[in-house]
Each structure stands twice: as C-alpha cells, then as structure tokens.
C-alpha cells in the first residue's frame, strides 16, 4: 500500500496570509491526526477526523481549522499566520483512531515571514 | 487538560550500553501507549506499543513498562547501536481514545 502522502512539502507565506495543507491517509485508513512539530515542543496534536467528523480538538487557537472528504482526504488551514505558526505539520492516519498505529506522512514545512 | 512529560530531553550513551526514556501521563483514561522513533530528516514510525492491560513487552531489544498506579510507563533499549541514535517519542491516548498526545521527545545519542 502506498503510505501517507502530504501536499505541499514546502511553503513559505508571510504573516496574515492563509494556508492550506493537504494530506492524503493509506488506503482505507479513515482516521486522520493532524500535529504541529516544533523545535523542542515535540508533537502538538491539532485535531482528529474520522468518516469526515472531527472527533477531538488540541488547544489550538481557531485559526487552526481543518476537514476530511469522503475519500478520507484531509486539509487542514490556518488563517491570519503569524511567525510562531512556522513549523513542520504532520497528518498520521490510522484505521480507527488513537487508539490504532499512526502512520505519519513526511509533513510540510511551513514558513512564515 | 491531558499532559505527557517526558525525561530527559537529551540522552547520551556508549554503543552498547543501555537506554531508559520515562513518561508520565496526567488522564488515567488513557489506555493506550505507544512510542514513536524519529531518525532526523524523516518521519516518526511506531516501534512499539503497550495496553493498559498489559504490564509490560518487550520486541527483541526494545521493552517498555506500563504502571498504571503511578501512571508512568518507560522504554528500555538494551545494547544499543548508533542506528538507534534519533528522537524518541513517547504518547498516551487522549480519554475519547480518538487521538495521541505526545511527550516532548529524547533525543538520543549513541556513540561508538
């Protein structure tokens, strides 16, 4: 099976625009976790989806939004970015959930200048 | 809210010496605890995983220890190599059980 796959690999915004991040989960995987990767804060978990619902939410401001497809598919976007929302974002996708193996996807770097 | 914490944050050992990461979670609903590797460049991928039922697993020279009570769990590498050189996460299931929270990573390091 093919693994997780995320698009863009790369972007680099300036503050106040919005971004979106797409991720596509393994073949019948219909979970998606959504992490923001930072030097020294380790995994912060953004939000979670199954069958297109979002099951749980981290404590991120509500810039932080995101969706699933009915292909499992997900995007996430963050809107007005600021110079802290720089980081690598990883989606994971699982057959159920947290309580599954995550298999994460390479991630994408954003930067904001 | 959920908290994982996790000790030490850097980790340096000789090649083939032993290696012990602790975690500790705060929602006693957690039931789920798996812990994640991550070589530097690249993605975390699972290497091992343990239920709260269980108290204890091991996989060849990986084994990770589960105490509910005192809600910690830990993971032992014994006789490690330099290919086991990487971040290590450590992670507990969030008490809807539809998502990880993760600690803030061991960097390990293991020199010849």
């Known amino acids: 099976k093919a693994g997780v796959t995320q698009t863009p690999r790369y972007l680099i915004k300036t503050r106040g625009q919005q971004v979106t991040l797409s991720c596509s989960p393994i073949?019948?995987?219909?979970?998606v976790s959504w992490y923001q990767q930072t030097p020294g804060q380790g995994l912060q978990f953004l939000f979670e989806?199954?069958?297109?619902?979002?099951?749980n939410k981290g404590n991120f401001p509500g810039r932080f939004s995101g969706r699933q497809f009915s292909n499992s598919r997900s995007e996430m976007n963050v809107s007005t970015l600021e110079l802290g929302d720089s980081a690598l974002y990883l989606c994971?996708?699982?057959?159920?959930?947290?309580?599954?193996?995550?298999?994460f996807g390479p991630g994408t770097r954003l930067t904001v200048l | 809210g959920e908290n994982v914490e996790q000790h030490p944050s850097t980790l340096s050992v000789q090649e083939g010496d032993s290696a012990v990461i602790k975690c500790t979670y705060s929602?006693?609903?957690?039931?789920?605890f798996p812990w994640y590797k991550q070589e530097l460049g690249k993605r975390p991928q699972l290497i091992i995983d343990i239920r709260s039922n269980v108290g204890e697993k091991k996989d060849q020279r990986i084994a990770v220890t589960l105490n509910k009570t005192a809600k910690h769990f830990s993971l032992h590498i014994t006789e490690t190599q330099p290919e086991d050189s990487a971040v290590y996460f450590c992670a507990a299931s969030t008490n809807s059980g539809y998502a990880l929270n993760f600690g803030k990573g061991t960097s390990l390091l293991v020199t010849p």
């Open positions: 989806y199954f069958s297109e619902t979002q099951r």
């Open positions: 994971a996708s699982s057959l159920a959930g947290g309580q599954n193996e995550q298999f």
């Open positions: 073949s019948g995987h219909r979970s």
């Open positions: 929602d006693s609903a957690s039931n789920y």
